[in-house]
Nanobody, 127 residues
Framework: QVQLVESGGGSVQDGGSLRLTCVAS????????MAWFRQAPGKEREGVAA????????NYADFVKGRFTISRDNAENTVYLQMNSLQPEDSAMYYC????????????????????WGQGTQVTVSS
């Protein structure tokens, strides 16, 4: 089993920055995909960014390209999401997810691809 713990959420002003951290423990390896999703009240959960820990390939949702960066630390099984130029519409609960490394690039932002989920960290952006 894999356990995921997110941290780094908080409240910022429009245009501010935050860095989210997800630490994975348990039966982990380099051949996994880790991703960030978010869900605002009354809306569906949506994929934000994903990274393959072995191949170091990444995938981003169009609405965060150029603003968010996903990165990893394989030695510590840790993934980061650096969020810059935050907007009020970015406000949501952000979740870390992990799945097998066989997940194709096009499927890495699909929540149904993932087995393991963290409890989430809240991000609030005020105008």
């Amino acid at each position: 089993q894999v356990q995921l713990v997110e941290s780094g959420g908080g409240s910022v002003q429009d245009g501010g920055s935050l860095r989210l951290t997800c630490v994975a423990s348990g039966a982990t390896s380099n051949n996994i995909v880790m991703a960030w999703f978010r869900q605002a009240p009354g809306k569906e959960r949506e994929g934000v960014a994903a990274i393959h820990l072995g191949g170091r390939t990444t995938n981003y949702a169009d609405f965060v390209k150029g603003r968010f960066t996903i990165s990893r630390d394989n030695a510590e099984n840790t993934v980061y999401l650096q969020m810059n130029s935050l907007q009020p519409e970015d406000s949501a609960m952000y979740y870390c997810a992990a799945g097998g490394g066989w997940i194709g690039l096009r499927a890495t932002l699909n929540e149904r691809s993932y087995t393991y989920w963290g409890q989430g960290t809240q991000v609030t952006v005020s105008s």
